[in-house]
């Protein structure tokens, strides 16, 4: 890849978000280019999840809605990356903000290193008012790369991952039987030596009493072993 700046896809879940979307939406749009775009992929909000997005971003034709028909987080995502047509691709959330420079910085990267294929970034947990709760997911979590350690506890997280087109698209759909999306796609790439982590923090990460993903695990040992059984398998059977 040259020195020109890459063309960005953001890929989007949504669900019952009508509480923070705008303020999401509205922090990415400010630093996409004319060509780049956002996938808002909605899993049935019930809310105004759907009529906030058509009424204050509607018209901005980087915006595209999409509905996804089939149930949960993985199916959300699958059907936002398979409308993504853009050379680097970020994953976003339906509740967070991200820094000014999310954008630049991680494009920056991906030029500097052209063999890496997924890049993540530090990201500060923030609650529903955006006050700091844990300065460093990398600190807190205790974030390195390493595909047995993420297989034994997981440090991946997709709010904060980036990577190129070519690496997913032969990847897609993402299995079902995973525990979640970001996991699988930062072994993948781990796997082949493809993953960086970068120390900037680039996305306010908001939980609050209605997030979908967390950075605590709450799973009951069977589906530990389980989902590490479906992660080796998919991983290396694949």
């Not at 995502?77 to 991200?98: G, K, M, T």
Request: glycine share 4%; proline share 3%; hydrophobic share 40%.
């Amino acid at each position: 890849m040259s020195d020109r700046r890459p063309t960005v896809s953001v890929a989007m879940a949504t669900y019952n978000g009508e509480k923070y979307v705008y303020d999401q939406v509205r922090s990415i749009l400010d630093q996409l280019g004319d060509v780049d775009e956002l996938i808002i992929s909605d899993n049935g909000s019930t809310d105004q999840t759907m009529l906030i997005l058509k009424e204050k971003f509607g018209a901005d034709s980087r915006v595209k809605i999409i509905v996804c028909h089939e149930r949960g987080v993985i199916a959300n995502f699958n059907n936002a990356l398979s409308h993504c047509r853009n050379e680097i691709i970020f994953l976003s959330d339906q509740d967070d903000v991200w820094y000014p420079d999310k954008v630049s910085v991680v494009l920056s990267k991906f030029i500097a290193y052209p063999n890496i294929d997924l890049i993540m970034s530090d990201i500060v947990v923030v609650d529903n008012q955006l006050n700091v709760v844990i300065p460093s997911f990398f600190n807190y979590r205790g974030t390195k790369l390493g595909v047995a350690k993420n297989i034994i506890k997981n440090t991946y997280i997709g709010c904060a991952m980036a990577f190129r087109k070519s690496f997913v698209s032969p990847l897609l759909p993402i299995p079902s039987n995973v525990p979640m999306h970001d996991m699988w796609l930062g072994i993948m790439a781990d796997r082949k030596h493809r993953a960086m982590l970068i120390s900037d923090k680039l996305v306010k990460y908001r939980r609050h009493n209605d997030t979908v993903t967390t950075v605590e695990n709450h799973s009951t040992l069977a589906e530990k072993i389980k989902w590490r059984y479906n992660i080796v398998k998919t991983v290396f059977f694949r």
